[in-house]
Nanobody, 123 residues
Framework: QVQVVESGGGLVQAGGSRRLSCAAS????????MGWFRQAPGKEREFVAR????????AYADSVKGRFTISRDNAKNTVYLQMNSLKPEDTAVYYC????????????????WGQGTQVTVSS
């Protein structure tokens, strides 16, 4: 089992940058694929980015491709989401999730979730 805790959210102006962190506790962090999702008010939770166990493979939602970068440091049990060129439509609660098997673009593919961190982008 793994517990994940997100941090780094806050208020940022449009065009700005923010880096989210997700710290994991528990055993064998490197055996989990990791993902970031987000949920805006009144909307369903949506996929943002995912990264393989080794960090060698990543995938992004079209809406963030070229602006966001997911990475991980298995020595620190942490996964990151670097967000650049932020837009007001990026405003949401951002969630980190861990998958025991393969990461996917569906929330159903993940087994453990954090509580989320709010990112608000002002225009």
């Amino acid at each position: 089992q793994v517990q994940v805790v997100e941090s780094g959210g806050g208020l940022v102006q449009a065009g700005g940058s923010r880096r989210l962190s997700c710290a994991a506790s528990g055993r064998a962090f490197s055996t989990y694929a990791m993902g970031w999702f987000r949920q805006a008010p009144g909307k369903e939770r949506e996929f943002v980015a995912r990264i393989s166990r080794s960090g060698g493979s990543t995938a992004y939602a079209d809406s963030v491709k070229g602006r966001f970068t997911i990475s991980r440091d298995n020595a620190k049990n942490t996964v990151y989401l670097q967000m650049n060129s932020l837009k007001p439509e990026d405003t949401a609660v951002y969630y980190c999730a861990a998958a025991r098997v393969l990461g996917s673009e569906s929330p159903l593919g993940y087994d453990y979730w954090g509580q989320g961190t709010q990112v608000t982008v002002s225009s």
